[in-house]
């Protein structure tokens, strides 16, 4: 890599990073030292091990407040524009596509929490259980996500899927009707808006509440 390569890519590395900063609502320095001791980690088995890397100046306890409290909720009145700051700094960081279109992933995925016994909205949720002869059920949350998908990459290699939104389905909804509000909300986005966008999903999408919207 070139000066000047490397001089460009510092900079846009400085730009993602101060949007990233402004669209934190709390424990900024902290969410910004956790994800640098992260991205060095080369030791690290469990999150609780990155509060001892020498990029995170802070104890473990600051490292699980600000994993809890780093999202803006949705009484901020600045929730809208958070979001979209968030969603734009996690957006940079999907690699150039050659393709003519845009390639995303949307998928619903279980959470149990059959112990939580306070938890707020629980419900029963489809969980493969390998005990043959057992129901393929537990309860807890489902969460809809939606990924873009990167081109391959010159060593035969896929890179990571960079994932661009996770919510919790209520238990009233489905996880297709969620899918839905997500997938407006990027493809309506001007980082995505000038592209074809292509979708990948499973059978359980090919119903007509999720089609025909």
């Known amino acids: ?34 994800l640098d001791a992260l991205s060095s980690n080369q030791q690290a088995h469990s999150v609780v091990e990155l509060s001892l890397n020498p990029l995170f100046r802070r104890d473990y306890n600051s490292l699980y407040r600000g994993i809890q409290e780093f999202l803006p909720t949705q009484t901020d009145p600045n929730y809208e524009q958070r979001i979209e700051t968030l969603f734009s700094a996690v957006s940079r960081t999907i690699p150039p596509t050659s393709k003519h279109y845009n390639l995303f992933g949307i998928d619903t995925t279980p959470c149990p929490r059959r112990f939580a016994e306070t938890l707020a909205d629980k419900t029963f949720i489809h969980y493969p259980n390998p005990i043959k002869g057992n129901k393929p059920i537990n309860i807890g949350h489902c969460y809809s996500v939606v990924c873009a998908l990167p081109d391959q990459i010159d ?16 238990s009233k909804h489905k996880g297709v009707n969620q899918g839905n509000q997500q997938l407006k909300k990027i493809w309506q986005s001007s980082l995505f808006s000038d592209k074809l966008s292509v979708l990948v999903a499973d059978s359980d999408y090919s119903q007509k509440d999720f089609i025909g919207e």
Do not use: D, Y
């Open 155 to 170: 060593t035969e290699k896929v890179p990571w899927a960079v994932p661009l939104s996770g919510e919790r389905v209520p």
């Open 1 to 34: 890599m070139t000066k000047n390569e490397t001089a460009t890519s510092v900079e846009e590395f400085l730009v993602w990073r101060s949007n990233l900063f402004q669209g934190l609502k709390a424990r900024k320095e902290t969410i910004i030292e956790l």
